[in-house]
């Protein structure tokens, strides 16, 4: 009997550990599946659009609200915005190209801040000086669903850091103190600066290299809800130019990242791991986990893990700079 009585203590305790979602996730044995693309780019006349890419999206008042950078002809990086209540009407929603900025602005990241009880949009631009280097930028609003109602970009930093060689794909994220800015370096670095929150968007401090490896842009950081972790996804370029995700675990922001799945063999999200309907897309390129809320912790349910990324197939990318390449938008689901 108490043999008996161990046994079923082992299993229930086996079968608790598989039921827990973060107790899964740090295994980092990720599988998916995907979607069939869920938005492509709009036709316009007046400027023909290439690609939509770069997705930030929040779940707000019933509505995913989502804004991306758009690829096209004559004006060659905009961010785009549209709602919907349901992914598959995603496509059919009304777009909307934010007069923001009168020039060059991508990359955006959107989230509502509660100390100012604002929606912020974090993107880049172009120095005026410098067109070849880009600078981080903060628009606000009042109104998430208002594509007039976003302020002028305002400067993160007067210039970018003399030790920084490049910077690209800024982040932002906070913890209850500090405001944390994550970026990378298109060199195999990511790095990260921080400023008090009540001096959000100003004061950052200078920014340091946290991590180093095979990687290259668009890291996205991330609070696990229910558990003292963090997880970053960063993006890699695999074999035959192939983009896939890596993951990387730490216990506070300031802290060092360890790898999760880090390799092309142990990825978070490649076309190695991704089934479904996935046959459109070898590339699993700048996508956001969607989040748990809004605001500018960035939790993420484990539980209800999805993962919006762009993709384009090795026919759709063969032979054509990379401005030029067809993305559409599609959606991970654990398998």
């Not at 912020?120 to 606000?140: G, H, N, T």
């Not at 913890?175 to 100003?202: E, V």
């Amino acid at each position: 009997m108490r043999l008996i009585g161990l046994v079923l203590l082992f299993l229930t305790a086996t079968l608790a550990y598989a039921d827990d979602p973060v107790e899964h996730l740090l295994q980092g044995d990720f599988r998916w599946k995907s979607s069939p693309p869920l938005v492509r780019p709009v036709e316009r006349t007046d400027d023909p659009c290439i690609s939509i890419k770069d997705p930030t999206v929040v779940r707000h008042d019933g509505k995913w609200h989502l804004f991306c950078t758009i690829r096209s002809r004559t004006r060659t990086h905009q961010i785009e915005y549209l709602n919907f209540v349901d992914w598959k009407d995603a496509d059919a929603a009304e777009r909307h190209i934010l007069p923001t900025c009168p020039g060059y602005f991508c990359a955006p990241q959107v989230f509502y801040f509660t100390p100012t009880k604002q929606w912020c949009m974090v993107y880049q631009i172009q120095d005026a000086e410098d067109p070849k280097v880009l600078l981080p930028v903060v628009s606000i609003s009042d109104t998430l669903d208002d594509p007039e109602g976003w302020s002028p970009p305002r400067l993160l930093f007067d210039a970018k850091p003399k030790h920084v060689s490049s910077w690209i794909d800024f982040w932002v994220i906070c913890d209850d103190a500090r405001a944390h800015l994550f970026f990378t370096s298109n060199d195999g670095r990511m790095w990260r600066c921080d400023t008090a929150i009540g001096r959000f968007p100003q004061g950052w401090s200078q920014p340091q290299v946290v991590l180093k490896g095979d990687i290259f842009e668009a890291s996205h950081t991330y609070r696990l809800k229910g558990s003292p972790h963090y997880l970053t996804v960063i993006e890699a370029i695999g074999e035959k130019g192939r983009r896939y995700y890596k993951a990387y675990l730490a216990d506070r922001l300031d802290g060092d990242w360890k790898p999760l799945a880090d390799t092309p063999d142990k990825p978070f999200a490649s076309f190695k791991n991704v089934g479904g309907d996935a046959g459109w897309t070898t590339s699993i390129s700048h996508g956001e986990l969607l989040r748990a809320g809004v605001d500018e912790k960035l939790e993420v349910d484990t539980a209800k893990f999805e993962f919006l990324y762009q993709g384009v197939s090795d026919e759709d990318r063969r032979g054509r700079p990379y401005g030029e390449i067809l993305w559409k938008l599609g959606l991970l689901t654990p398998e």
